[in-house]
């Protein structure tokens, strides 16, 4: 998300549910940003072998916000320990306050 807020026109990100996996493409075009999200059977697979199962546009400062908001709502449901205990990774606060700054650094008057 970072990479977008930041000026990226394409990014990706993949969740691995073994055997299926979950590919979320993002293209960006001014403000606007283009998600598709396609089901794999396998991790490896080219984006043509997917099926593509939800697709949405959204403002940048829309789709920036709803991470930063369901990450922090994530940290208050279940604490870093207990992110860590129920997904077996750190909590990505780094990750979660750069996104943030990046976010109020790149925000539009418009936008807040």
Known sequence: MARLVAGEMETR????????AYRWIFY????????????????????????????????????????IRCFDEVAQTYGERGYR?????HFPRTELEALRSLWRTHQHPQDT
């Open 85 to 89: 205990g129920k997904w077996g990774e």
């Open 13 to 20: 990100v993949q969740f691995e549910a073994e055997p299926t």
């Open 28 to 67: 960006r075009e001014g403000d606007d940003i283009w998600i598709r999200v396609l089901e794999l059977g396998d991790g490896s697979d080219h984006d043509n072998r997917g099926t593509e199962i939800w697709s949405s546009q959204l403002g940048i400062n829309q789709l920036a916000c709803a991470v």
